[in-house]
């Protein structure tokens, strides 16, 4: 289990790895551009040379974008739609040119349309997202916290489109905070044994290749999006050990998104607790 972060692209995308190693981090996930804009500018061949090579020297593995805020594949407007789906090829493209394993993004929301409403445009966009991408990186869906009619704040809407869409190519992030917000309890072991059962059935633990790592500012079920530092939220430093400690989890890296303890995104404090809960649930796993 690899323990990694978010981390900043400031001054060039091959900036971001000094910046992981600083924090200890294992892995890394990074935006390919601003991520409140549409605007794509393609990062310079020297910059991707250069990123590559750092990641290589400082064994680095996986790397994964996270795409911009913006894209809703179940937004009513047509030119939104295709925005998004041109934001997310442009962004299959950069990945498979950086040899990253893939692109994590949020579906959207169905803006009070209902979720089989949008359920055939979701899906139909995503298979033209694949259609004019190269091979090689993972399309990743990320489960949502289900604030603002969002898709995705349960296994079986993810299911659903995957299922649509019918590629292999198509993986699920597990984000700890929104599953927590959604109410599924992955802070206990009966909890947790539910929600993958339910993810299994619905989406299938074969499709899980990352787990954004988030402590929740808000209780079980709260439907709220707030992340928090790690041992500082309602999952706590017991429901970390849960999560860390199952088993279909041990090959999947954990990347963290909270607000850190200097409010300037994941640090070397949160990803050190990471690291220690690793360590005491393996080695009592030895014992």
Known sequence: MKIGAHVSIAGGIQNSVGRAVEIGSEAIQIFGSSPQSWAFKPIPKQDIDAFKIKVD?????????HCIY????????????????QSLINYMELAAETNAQGIIFHPGSHKGAGYESILKQTASSIIEVLEHSPEGPFLVLENTAGMGQQIGSKFEELGRIIHMVGSSRVKVCLDTQHSFAAGYDVSTPLGLTHTLEEFDQAVGLDRLVAVHANDSKYPLGAGVDRHENIGHGHIGI????VIMSNEAFKQIPFFLEVPGFERNGPDKINIDILKDIRSKVTSSVNK
């Open 57 to 65: 020297e400082a064994e680095i593995s996986p790397v994964f974008f």
């Open 70 to 85: 913006l894209i809703n594949l179940g937004n009513p407007n047509p030119s939104n739609v295709q925005n998004a789906i």
């Open 238 to 241: 017991e429901g970390f050990e």
